[in-house]
């Protein structure tokens, strides 16, 4: 093993010093700088205090984002913002720039538990304002967002994307063969769609063909502290054919009565149940909010 190392030793002793001279540039690399637009993603704010729901609003977020091959640094800037329905107006602000903790070209993930609350136009500091626990998450891909922070430690603030997604192997869409769910929710008018892939109905001893992709539209929205609640009854949905699944007919025959689901986006996971053709679904899995699943991994289960 000694003569194994001192050989080793001699081999780096031969070896061109070129990396340590100091009349050698230090080469930068450019940083790649781009800005993604929240009011694209964005559909809504919930703001939480005391485990109530304190005020809901659209919003309009941006992440300024600056990487290089080694780290990312992301800064938030909000526009407009109330964190409570008593504001006369919203605030317009930025939260100092946070190193991301994972990223590459399509994602990016960042968390702080303080941040500077700055003036979007100066950068100088706000400090009638205090921002904790802050956490975010994007990916340009897929179209998913999710923040939450608090405000002076008393309102939580949650934003989502307005699309939802439920989890499918390494987070590809393209061409999955499990079952999956998307959720679109509009808060401006409280109403939601939801779209089901691959699924199929059994009432007594028969099964439905397996059905690609159906809607179940205007769904009754209430936000909670830990997401959102969706409610209906007597909803024909809608079955989607051709080859991109983009021909929608509706399906009177296959009317949705007691609908009832609900979003956790803490907790990174759904449940849906509702009756149908005489029989029921009733199922639950992981929602695609974060790069990582959350504590409670559901996303390979159904009931």
Avoid at 50 to 63: G, H, L, P, R, S
Avoid at 164 to 183: C, E, K, Q
Avoid at 220 to 246: C, H, K, M, Q, W
Wanted: net charge negative; aromatic share 12%.
């Amino acid at each position: 093993m000694k003569k194994f190392l001192l050989s080793l030793a001699l081999v780096a002793m031969a070896l061109p010093f070129t990396s340590c001279t100091d009349d050698e540039p230090v080469i930068q690399e450019d940083p790649v700088k781009e800005t993604v637009q929240g009011k694209d993603l964005i559909s809504s704010t919930i703001t939480i205090a005391q485990n109530k729901v304190t005020y809901i609003e659209t919003a309009d977020y941006n992440f300024n984002i600056e990487r290089t091959s080694k780290e990312a640094i992301v800064s938030v800037v909000a526009n407009n913002v109330k964190f409570d329905s008593h504001m006369p107006y919203g605030v317009t602000f930025a939260m100092e720039s946070i190193k991301a903790t994972t990223f590459d070209e399509n994602t990016i993930e960042f968390a702080a538990s303080n941040v500077k609350f700055l003036d979007a136009s100066t950068g100088e500091e706000n400090t009638r304002y205090k921002l904790t626990d802050v956490r975010g998450y994007v990916d340009k891909a897929n179209g998913v967002y999710s923040l939450v922070y608090t405000v002076n430690e008393t309102w939580k603030v949650l934003v989502t994307s307005p699309t939802i997604l439920s989890r499918v192997l390494d987070n590809d869409y393209t061409a999955p063969t499990d079952i999956y769910y998307i959720y679109k929710i509009d808060v401006a008018t409280m109403k939601a769609e939801v779209f089901l892939h691959n699924i199929q109905f059994k009432v007594g001893g028969a099964s439905s063909p397996v059905l690609k992709k159906i809607s179940i539209p205007d769904l009754d929205v209430t936000a909670t502290a830990t997401g959102f609640e969706l409610r209906g009854d007597n909803i024909v949905p809608f079955n989607y054919s051709g080859t991109n699944l983009d021909q929608a007919t509706p399906m009177p025959p296959m009317v949705v009565t007691n609908f009832n689901g609900k979003i956790d986006i803490f907790e990174s996971m759904h449940t849906i149940y509702f009756n149908s053709m005489g029989g029921e679904w009733d199922g639950f899995s992981g929602l695609y909010l974060w790069r990582k699943k959350s504590a409670h991994d559901w996303s390979d289960y159904y009931l």
